[in-house]
């Protein structure tokens, strides 16, 4: 069985510079688009899932014949401040608490949900390990309603500018390592990886144990041009592996939102297929 | 010829022994006989036939056959939730090798595996008591497979189908032996599982 290919899609507007490259007015603008070009699925980026209505989407994507690759939770960070890591100890619990709204609604759809941003960032004197030790309570009472309700709670490596402590493959595969539950996984991402990881294929065959979830982006969160990172390296070690879960999409939405979605398609196909 | 292997580093020593003869076992192991025909003499008084296992210290063994050592396994304490959480962290759990559903959340935890002497094996951690595995009764390719407990209890239970209700025996396991094998002459199995008693690890032969 090969990779699964998805996109990133977004229902509402967002900035040019967020990469999410299939976007409509609703999720099923954009499963139509995507069932159309030939996607196997999409992945979702959901602030509030109390506004969905989990049935009806799950209804909409078997229309389609979508499969959703992850829920994806950063969107509560950007525009209401939430975060795993907060000082308030308030909002830390109302975090782990739109997350696990967020694993019932992954659960509806057969998916995952991806915590990247909503892990947040370490406040101003804040040491590596205190960062980890907050970060670590909030994942595990995350963790424990996923493995109530068996839906995979997956994490992202995020690169030195976007992110904190957990920023290479590594550093990353070892923290979730420490859970212990094959509920809590990981998501590979180029775009960090071209920063953070030197040996990129020695990183991918490190996450391969937990890997669900592969994020293909090039520098400036742009659509692969074959010029800045080896894709093709990083497909052969995937194939190499049988690796047979998501791979996206996830880039800026240029030159329009269908174009950079049909030709991340075609890229996928071509290099990964 | 005496091969030390890593795969139980680092918390159990493995050495392979081959056409071995006059080897004193510094201390205490556990010796698994590998070979299917022949014999290790200990003392030259004590016969550990093939496919079978037993507890040395200190003792002088012939091996004409091939044989497996396993040193520390008194030292594990898997009570000791430390030891526990380095095990399990050193350890691949099955559905991080497999991505199969079916594997999800049950706790075994798989040593690398290592292929001498065309036997291979590796250890498998089970982190709870009275924990069955999987029943089956193919392997995927035609091997004898052998289980023997290393720290801890277990069993394997032999079944009449599918169903955890059939078990019609049980071998218990503890440290140091090894079940009688449950293939046939035509190297047939029934329905089997292995089920932990204790938290425990195991070394799984595939032969």
């Known amino acids: 069985m090969g990779m699964k290919f998805s996109v990133c899609t977004v229902d509402r507007p967002l900035p040019m510079a ?11 603008e954009c499963a139509a688009v995507a069932s159309r070009l030939g996607y196997d699925g999409i992945e979702l980026q959901v602030q509030d899932p109390s506004l969905y209505d989990a049935k009806e989407l799950r209804a909409m994507l078997n229309r389609y014949g979508l499969g959703c690759s992850a829920i994806t939770t950063g969107l509560a960070y950007l525009y209401e401040g939430m975060s795993m890591v907060h000082p308030d100890e308030k909002i830390r619990l109302a975090t782990v608490e739109r997350l696990h709204r967020q694993l019932d609604l992954a659960k509806e759809l057969d998916s995952q949900i991806l915590i990247g941003y909503l892990r947040g960032r370490k406040s101003p004197g804040q040491t590596d390990q205190e960062f980890e030790d907050i970060l670590t309570d909030s994942v595990a009472r995350v963790l424990a309603y996923a493995e109530e309700i068996q839906t995979p709670m997956v994490m992202e490596q995020i690169n030195r500018n976007d992110g904190d402590v957990f920023c290479s493959t590594e550093r990353t595969m070892s923290f979730l390592e420490k859970f212990h539950s094959d509920w809590l996984l990981y998501n590979g991402d180029t775009y960090h990886m071209v920063t953070e990881d030197p040996d990129v294929p020695a990183a991918i065959r490190r996450s391969l144990s937990k890997l669900v979830l592969f994020h293909v982006s090039d520098e400036g969160r742009l659509l692969p041009d074959d010029k800045h990172f080896n894709f093709h390296e990083a497909a052969a070690v995937l194939k190499e592996a049988g690796y047979s879960e998501w791979v996206s999409i996830e880039a800026r939405p240029t030159p329009t939102s269908f174009e950079c979605t049909r030709r991340g398609l075609e890229y996928l196909r071509r290099v990964f297929g | 010829m005496i091969e030390k292997l890593s795969f139980g580093e680092p918390f159990l020593e493995t050495h392979y022994l081959e056409n071995e003869n006059a080897f004193t076992i510094p201390g205490c192991c556990l010796l698994m006989n590998l070979d299917t025909e022949k014999s290790v003499l200990a003392e030259n008084e004590f016969s550990v036939p093939p496919l079978s296992a037993a507890k040395l ?41 497999t991505h199969l559903d079916k594997h999800r959340g049950v706790p075994y935890y798989k040593s690398p595996r290592v292929t001498v002497g065309g036997v291979t094996m590796n250890f498998c951690l089970v982190a709870d008591p009275d924990c ?28 009449r189908s599918e169903h955890p209700s059939t078990v019609f025996a049980s071998l218990p396991l503890s440290a140091g032996t090894v079940h009688i094998p449950e293939w046939n002459a035509e190297g047939i199995y029934p329905w089997h599982r292995y089920r932990s008693v204790t938290r425990s690890i195991f070394l799984g032969i595939e032969i």
């Open chain 1, 18 to 28: 967020t990469p999410f490259p299939l976007r409509g007015t609703s999720y099923e």
């Open chain 2, 57 to 97: 210290c200190d003792a002088q063994i012939d091996v004409p056959g091939k044989a497996l050592l396993v040193f520390g396994s008194d030292t594990v304490d898997l009570n000791d939730l430390l030891t526990l959480d380095c095990l399990r962290s050193a350890w691949k759990s099955n559905w991080e090798l």
């Open chain 2, 132 to 159: 069955p595995s999987g029943i089956h009764r193919e392997h995927g390719k035609p091997v004898k497979e052998l289980h023997m407990q290393v720290v801890g209890e277990g069993a394997v239970d032999l079944l």
